[in-house]
């Protein structure tokens, strides 16, 4: 497995491969790695013949006062991992390589970035965006995958590389859950004992509407209220936000009558947890 | 010399060159073009194995009230003088082609994008610097060629490709003028008569803070108010900005001590022209 810390070194490295023909596949990620990530790889092997995995906790997507700082890293246990799933190559690049000195242009996918969880954290999709766009121009990746729990981000990076034209897949993968349901995360590493207990309401208040939509219930605002109801119950939840929305434009519905996703975010004591679910009639 | 109208057909050609190593070249245009853009051409051809021209009047890079509508096209002249220069590839796409329904992504340099030409045209460098982006991403440029009369835009594309990582060099062109001076633009052919005459003006002022610096004048404010007072006694002028900038950061200077940019933007009529020149004490 190659490792990679300069961006010349690992540019060099994707161009020379493309003038081979290789198909490459890029899973970027901030590290701190967990199953949900190792899906990721899977999922990118069955599209490529090079994965190219990048680490790196990127500073412009975290709000002031967010986890920046105290965001979970283990570069060891990482490495270690991703050999272990043999990647072809780790791109894990220092802050100043990414973001020298001067540094300032930002790209931005319209209202999308300020709505849902960019509603609370209304620059962390402009990092998010402009990161991987650097990510990607660097590695030059003919396909890349994201994980399926942060939905948002999948819908913005894809509505990115459309209107950019960059000749790029964008593949979503399934979100990865522990066996109680709750979506695998890095920051579930924040919670404690009880809050962690607690943090399986996200998935069984998604469970519920599911349910009640199925037995008919179609209206979102009911079904909205009946989750809220649910967590409010458990004494460590406070909702930053549950909405039914279009699962390819994200805007708003107000009744379950196609394929619509619930998108959700919940504090679980420090810890920001966000999960979604598809759900039908 | 191929003739490209759709993305797709464009890039398909692009990626399949690059697979054979071939250098591409790209000389972004919005057509109507004249000895300045030629020039660019030759530029072109000295650093590619390949030349693609753009041809596209990019709506995104035009405020409210600008001259979008007004802006000089000739299709068939522009395809000729092309190809009377040997371009191998043009692309040219429709409205809808760069901007379907739903596109919603941009690009923006920072602050750079909001100071001399961005001050009365606030939205413009965000468009440029968004189509420049799509234009790199679909012909795959590893050289582009930029005019040296638009030097604010040179600086920031040339920031944007190193902020993104981008694998392309960017490539300034000198200003090509009239034998009077007037630096060549599209926007000329807005000038009446009378105007065109008065148009030398710019140049004119220029030259004379370039003498005033040999002569040991250093104060950037007293070059500006003799430029302005030079300009001023013109009849249909109306000054839009004068700056006295550091090349590089496009940073204001009090003095000329070291190589200086003085970048120049005048309404003549219902043209505003821009110019630029670097002096040196």
């Given at each position: 497995?190659?490792?990679?810390?300069?961006?010349?070194?690992?540019?060099?490295?994707s161009?020379?491969e493309k003038?081979q023909n290789t198909r490459i596949a890029l899973?970027?990620?901030?590290?701190?790695?967990?199953?949900?990530?190792?899906?990721?790889?899977?999922?990118a092997k069955e599209h490529a013949d090079k994965v190219i995995?990048?680490?790196?906790?990127?500073?412009?997507?975290?709000?002031?006062?967010?986890?920046?700082?105290?965001?979970?890293?283990?570069?060891?246990?990482?490495?270690?991992?991703?050999?272990?799933?043999n990647v072809d190559c780790?791109?894990?690049?220092?802050?100043?390589?990414?973001?020298?000195?001067?540094?300032?242009?930002?790209?931005?996918?319209?209202?999308?970035?300020?709505?849902?969880?960019?509603?609370?954290?209304?620059?962390?999709?402009?990092?998010?965006?402009?990161?991987?766009?650097?990510?990607?121009?660097?590695?030059?990746p003919d396909v890349?995958?994201?994980?399926?729990?942060?939905?948002?981000?999948?819908?913005?990076?894809?509505?990115?590389?459309?209107?950019?034209?960059?000749?790029?897949?964008?593949?979503?993968?399934?979100?990865?859950?522990?066996?109680?349901?709750?979506?695998?995360?890095?920051?579930?590493?924040?919670?404690?004992?009880?809050?962690?207990?607690?943090?399986?309401?996200?998935?069984?208040?998604?469970?519920?509407?599911?349910?009640?939509?199925?037995?008919?219930?179609?209206?979102?605002?009911?079904?909205?209220?009946?989750?809220?109801?649910?967590?409010?119950?458990?004494?460590?939840?406070?909702?930053?936000?549950?909405?039914?929305?279009?699962?390819?434009?994200?805007?708003?519905?107000?009744?379950?009558?196609?394929?619509?996703?619930?998108?959700?975010?919940?504090?679980?004591?420090?810890?920001?947890?966000?999960?979604?679910?598809?759900?039908?009639?």
């Open positions: 497995m190659r490792v990679f810390r300069t961006i010349k070194e690992q540019q060099n490295y161009l020379n003038c899973v970027p990620t901030m590290g701190f790695l967990h199953e949900g990530h190792l899906s990721l790889i899977d999922k995995a990048s680490i790196f906790v990127n500073p412009t997507q975290f709000g002031e006062g967010e986890d920046y700082e105290d965001y979970p890293r283990d570069e060891k246990k990482d490495l270690k991992l991703l050999k272990e799933k780790v791109f894990i690049p220092e802050l100043n390589e990414m973001y020298p000195e001067g540094f300032k242009t930002f790209c931005e996918v319209g209202k999308l970035s300020k709505e849902y969880c960019g509603r609370s954290r209304p620059t962390h999709f402009r990092g998010v965006v402009t990161v991987v766009l650097k990510l990607f121009n660097i590695v030059q890349a995958v994201f994980g399926g729990k942060d939905y948002q981000q999948y819908i913005i990076i894809k509505t990115m590389a459309k209107d950019l034209n960059l000749p790029i897949e964008i593949i979503p993968s399934p979100i990865i859950r522990e066996k109680d349901g709750l979506a695998v995360s890095s920051r579930n590493f924040y919670l404690k004992r009880e809050e962690r207990k607690e943090a399986t309401i996200i998935y069984e208040s998604l469970i519920m509407a599911r349910e009640m939509v199925e037995k008919g219930k179609k209206e979102a605002g009911l079904l909205k209220k009946k989750m809220i109801d649910l967590i409010k119950a458990k004494k460590h939840t406070r909702i930053d936000y549950i909405e039914f929305v279009n699962p390819q434009t994200l805007e708003k519905v107000e009744k379950v009558e196609r394929p619509t996703k619930v998108l959700i975010a919940v504090w679980i004591g420090k810890a920001r947890l966000i999960d979604n679910m598809e759900i039908r009639s």
